[in-house]
């Protein structure tokens, strides 16, 4: 069963740094996203990626936040100047075809100190 | 605003009972997904369904989305502890690429 890969499972950094989140997608799909979930909120959308450019994204996807595709096989979140309230499990999706819903990756817990 | 509402967002049940979990929307998705997601994982998709009307059954899940699109729900017979788990609809409109997740119903079946 094909899978989508995130790494790091859990990343401490301190308020102000910058961190990435990595993302290795479905090999064949073509749409890809980034999803966070604060510790028992509601699954928010962030962004999505298709043809090597952004999509769509949300509010919450503001200037502090970029996505890259940098080498057809990774999918990466950059957040600058992390704050505490940025502390959630990061997810990773892709999609063959949007209709038919994502695979999702294990997520990345984010903890901002 | 949330584009997508659950109910109920909790139950709590004995093993072998049947429950329904439902989610409500005003607008129309050209189509919904069911996940389950276990604490500290991420959402694994359970079905897609794309035309209104439509009924799916995955052993003893029953999908059901609504006629005119706007609403799904999930029916388990016999729940089972392994059933236990946080249940999330999601819809994609027909314009955008964004899934809308649902509020959730955190599923507890005791054995």
């Known amino acids: 069963e094909p899978e989508v890969t995130q790494t790091p499972s859990h990343q401490v950094t301190q308020m102000g740094q910058e961190v990435i989140l990595r993302c290795v997608p479905i090999?064949?799909?073509?749409?890809f996203y980034w999803y966070r979930q604060i510790l028992g909120q509601k699954v928010e959308f962030l962004v999505s990626?298709?043809?090597?450019?952004?999509?769509?994204k949300s509010e919450i996807f503001d200037d502090q936040f970029s996505v890259e595709r940098p080498d057809g096989s990774n999918f990466t979140l950059k957040i600058r100047s992390t704050k505490l309230e940025d502390s959630a499990m990061y997810f990773c999706?892709?999609?063959?075809?949007?209709?038919?819903?994502?695979?999702f990756g294990s997520g990345t817990r984010l903890t901002v100190v | 605003t949330q584009l997508l509402e659950q109910s109920p967002q909790f139950l709590s049940i004995q093993e072998g009972e049947n429950l329904t979990v439902y989610c409500n929307s005003s607008s129309v998705f050209s189509s919904l997904q069911w996940y389950r997601q276990e604490p500290g994982e991420g959402p694994v998709l359970l079905v897609t369904v794309v035309t209104g009307g439509e009924v799916k059954k995955l052993k003893r899940l029953t999908f059901q989305f609504g006629d005119a699109r706007k609403d799904s729900s999930l029916h388990i017979t016999a729940a089972q502890p392994g059933d236990t788990g946080l249940y999330l609809c999601?819809?994609?409109?027909?314009?955008?690429?964004?899934?809308?997740f649902g509020t959730g119903t955190s599923l507890t079946v005791i054995p």
């Open positions: 990626f298709y043809n090597n450019e952004i999509s769509e």
């Open positions: 999706a892709s999609s063959g075809m949007r209709q038919y819903g994502y695979t």
């Open positions: 090999s064949n799909h073509l749409y």
């Open positions: 999601a819809g994609v409109r027909y314009t955008g690429n964004q899934f809308y």
